[in-house]
């Protein structure tokens, strides 16, 4: 397997899996060894040895003892990749869990950002409600006062004498030659 096959979860069960499958399949043989030993130890023990078949035996039993130990560092290795991948396999699920937290919380953070939104334009269109409310006062308090003004104005003019306006009537009639309109400017 490569390394991007290690990484996956999936890529590291199934290797988990062949490991173990040759593991299982390790301690079979080790135990077929054992009992062919035994089988030979028990079966050799009531015998009058021959020279010739016990050293053949020997050679045997040093050739099963090779492979005895050798399974058995095969096994002692399987055992440490096993117990690398079921580290590595935790770490996964830690991390898995983790970001699965963390998606969790962003998830709950963009459900509440509509709310947090509107509660913040909210205050802030308080502020200007406040402000348009003091403007429309103000501004009724004007008009008010302007109306107010005129009446007084209107009130004095209709006494006589009380304003020098020209007659425009008379102005119109005779030319208005002598008369000139007031100016207001750029009002």
Do not use: W
Not at 27 to 32: A, K, T
Not at 52 to 72: G, I, N, T, Y
Not at 157 to 170: H, M, N, T, V
Request: charged fraction near 25%; proline fraction near 4%.
């Amino acid at each position: 397997m490569n390394q991007a096959e290690f990484t996956s979860p999936q890529g590291m069960q199934a290797e988990v899996m062949r490991l173990r499958e040759e593991l299982k399949m390790r301690d079979q043989l080790v135990q077929q060894l054992s009992q062919e030993l035994f089988r030979l130890v028990k079966g050799n023990a009531g015998l009058v040895p021959d020279p010739q078949v016990s050293e053949k035996h020997q050679v045997e039993m040093q050739a099963l003892r090779d492979q005895l130990h050798e399974v058995e560092q095969q096994v002692a290795f399987y055992q440490g990749q096993l117990g690398e991948r079921d580290n590595e396999i935790y770490q996964l699920r830690q991390s898995v869990q983790e970001l699965g937290d963390r998606s969790r919380m962003l998830e709950q953070v963009i459900q509440d950002l509509p709310n947090v939104y509107r509660q913040k334009f909210e205050e802030r269109m308080e502020a200007v409600r406040d402000k348009v409310a003091r403007l429309q006062q103000e501004n009724r308090n004007l008009q008010a006062e302007l109306q107010s003004v005129s009446y007084r104005l209107a009130v004095n003019s209709r006494q006589p004498g009380a304003l020098d306006l020209p007659d425009f009537a008379e102005s119109a009639a005779g030319g208005g030659a002598g008369l000139q309109m007031p100016s207001f400017g750029k009002a």
